[in-house]
Structure formats: structure tokens, C-alpha cells
């Protein structure tokens, strides 16, 4: 996928919230706008879709200038090759499924080549399409309404956090579509989401704001390890992106092996992926611990040898967090200053962090 590059230098102001945005973002797969709610993410997207007008700035997407201020310059939301996913599929009720794809297919942007087959296997829609949208579940009707937005042709894909209001089942039946679109239909993402667990999955690139500014914005597992650092990035959990290949699954017990750069990881089922499948995994620092030696006769399945590297006090919590290097990854721990103290913790070390199998996030 070739990355597009979107410029948004934008100031919005909506009943006292005021949006400040300066960004240049090469869109390349998933890129997550992430933060506390009310903190101006779904306001953004609506900026770059053409449905809120800024009151200053510009917007430019690769060489199309879709809005500037100074030279009275605003492109229409229906001229913009942007598709939409709202939280609500907003399907038309009257049709069936296949009439809404037929729909959104008829009103794709000139140029656009977009296969509906392809669309229909891809989202698994084929059991629906005479389905009418009432007797959709929330998870299928979120699919459908990913397909139709598809089936526009758009050249950039805006989703508003479509899983809110999704169980937890719902959303481990969409998160697998989320994860392969981009690549597969060539569409750079933005995903507005204020789910770390969620981003953790599907992001290359984090976005993160707050009280309607940028706070920070690099790669999801730099981005993920400053997590629960900042106050204004709403206390989520700092943690570690490990990325990984399935190994085995043990269906009797429920596990899944994953191989992390020669380390291997036990966890919950992931039955949906097959052996050798590529998987991103979130550990949460505070779900680690360390020891000095490699510990005997305990129920904890992952422990793994590293070497520490860092340390980092946090004086005003009385926590720390530590950085300890892996055979291919690097893994941080949230741990008390009393118990670096006591440990005698210092760069260089040779440890063994420790992770309940139930920790991980990236479970069936």
C-alpha cells in the first residue's frame, strides 16, 4: 500500500469546544485518533470528511486541496473521496442487505473500481444479503455497513468508533475485517476509538488527543508505551505491542503458543487465527513482574529471560517502569520504586519477567 499523505491545519470551535489541530499524517494501514472522550476525535474526522466547517486552516489529501480557509476553499462532503462508518450503521431500513450494497454501489466515486464479489467474501455477507436489516444482529449490521461503505470507492476510510455499543462477542466478530481492509482494498484508515485494547490491535500509528489538541502521535507501540504517563491521555495503561506468529492451539485446554522473536507466549484461544498467522499482542506494564532468578513450582506460564535496560522513577505515583529487552522484543513493567529497591534493579541485569496467560488482551 502506497501511503497518502493528509495535511490538516485546522481550528474549530462548537459550543465552547475549540479544536486545534496542526498534523501532517502519512497514512500507511490504520491510523488510531485516540483519547478520552469529548476530547475532540469524532470532531476531526467530521473536519477532514466535510461535514464540520473549520473556522481557520487548511486540509490537503495527497495533491487535493479539500479546504482552505484563506483562499476560500471548501470541497463538499460529497466530492471528498472519503467513506464514513458512524457508531450507527445508519442502513436504510426499507431495503435488504443486498439492497443497500446495490445502493452505495450505484453512487461510487468516478473512477472508483471497486469489486462487490469481493466485497461480499471479504465481510462474509453472503448468508445476509436477503436479509432484511431488522433481523441483523449488531455485529452484522455493522459489517453491512462497512461493505456499503466500501462500495463508494473511497480513497480514505473514516470509521467513528464502530464497535461502542458492541459486546464483547460482537466485536471479536468484526476486529478480524477491521484488521485486513486496508491492505486488502488498498484504503488508508483513520479509526477514532478510546479503547487502548482495541488500538492496540488494529493501529500501525497513534494519534492521541485531548482537550481538542494533539498530545502525541508516532508508531501504536511507542505511542502504547507512554500510555497512564500523561494525565491528558485520559490514565489508560501504559504497555507493550509484541508482535508475533501463531505456533499451536491446544483446543482442550483453550491456549494458543505464539512465537515473539523466539520467545514463546501462552494465552487464551485465539481460535481464529491459524497456525502461522501474524498477531499483535498488548501487554499492560502493570501485568508484568520480574525476578532475579527463574522461578520453580508457580502457575504463571510465560516466564522469559531478558536483560533490563532502563528505569524510569515516577516519584510523585511511587511507581517505575522498566524496559527489559527480550530475544526480539522489548517489554515494559510497572513496578513500585520500593520494589526496584529491593530487587537492587539496575541497567544491564539479567531478569526473568513474568505474565499470567490471562493477561493478554488478544483473546477469543
Known amino acids: 500500500m502506497s501511503a497518502e499523505r493528509l495535511d490538516i491545519r485546522v481550528e474549530v470551535s462548537l459550543d465552547g469546544f475549540r479544536l486545534d489541530v496542526d498534523e501532517s499524517l502519512a497514512l500507511d494501514g490504520v491510523t488510531a485518533v485516540f483519547g478520552p472522550s469529548g476530547g475532540g476525535k469524532s470532531t476531526l474526522l467530521r473536519t477532514v470528511a466535510g461535514l464540520t466547517r473549520p473556522d481557520a486552516g487548511r486540509i490537503r489529501f495527497g495533491d487535493a486541496l479539500w479546504f482552505d480557509a484563506d483562499r476560500r476553499v471548501d470541497v463538499p462532503a460529497h466530492r471528498r473521496p472519503v467513506g464514513f462508518l458512524f457508531q450507527d450503521a445508519r442502513l436504510f431500513p426499507h431495503l435488504d442487505v443486498a439492497g443497500n450494497l446495490d445502493f452505495a454501489a450505484r453512487r461510487a466515486a468516478p ?106 502521535h508516532d508508531r501504536a507501540d511507542v505511542v502504547v508505551a507512554q500510555l497512564g504517563l500523561e494525565p491528558s491521555a485520559g490514565g489508560y495503561g501504559a504497555g507493550s505491542l509484541l508482535e508475533g506468529a501463531v505456533v499451536d492451539h491446544d483446543a ?100 526473568f519477567a513474568l505474565i499470567k496467560s490471562v493477561s493478554f488482551d488478544r483473546a477469543d
Open 111 to 216: 473512477g472508483a473500481r471497486v469489486d462487490r464479489h469481493g466485497v461480499v467474501d471479504a465481510l462474509d455477507l453472503s448468508a445476509l444479503l436477503s436479509r432484511r436489516v431488522s433481523t441483523l444482529s449488531g455485529g452484522e449490521r455493522q459489517r453491512v455497513a462497512l461493505g456499503r461503505t466500501l462500495l463508494r470507492g473511497p480513497r480514505l476510510l473514516l470509521l467513528d468508533e464502530p464497535l461502542t455499543g458492541l459486546d464483547r462477542v460482537r466485536k471479536a466478530e468484526i476486529l478480524p475485517y477491521l484488521e485486513q481492509l486496508p491492505a486488502q482494498f488498498d484504503v488508508p484508515t483513520l479509526y477514532v476509538s478510546h479503547d487502548v485494547d482495541e488500538v492496540a490491535a488494529l493501529a500501525h500509528r497513534m494519534l492521541v488527543l485531548a482537550d481538542g489538541r494533539v498530545q502525541c
Open 252 to 351: 482442550r485446554l483453550r491456549l494458543t503458543r505464539v512465537d515473539v522473536g523466539g520467545d514463546l507466549l501462552t494465552l487464551p484461544h485465539l481460535a481464529r487465527f491459524p497456525v502461522g498467522a501474524a498477531v499483535r499482542l498488548r501487554v499492560r506494564a502493570r501485568d508484568v513482574a520480574l525476578g532475579l532468578e527463574r522461578p520453580r513450582g508457580i502457575s504463571i506460564r510465560n516466564v522469559l529471560p531478558g536483560t533490563l535496560e532502563e528505569i524510569v522513577g515516577h516519584p510523585d505515583t511511587g511507581a517505575a517502569d522498566v524496559w527489559i529487552r527480550l530475544r526480539g522484543a522489548r517489554l515494559q513493567a510497572r513496578l513500585t520504586v520500593a520494589a526496584v529497591e529491593d530487587l537492587g534493579l539496575e541497567p544491564g541485569m539479567d531478569v
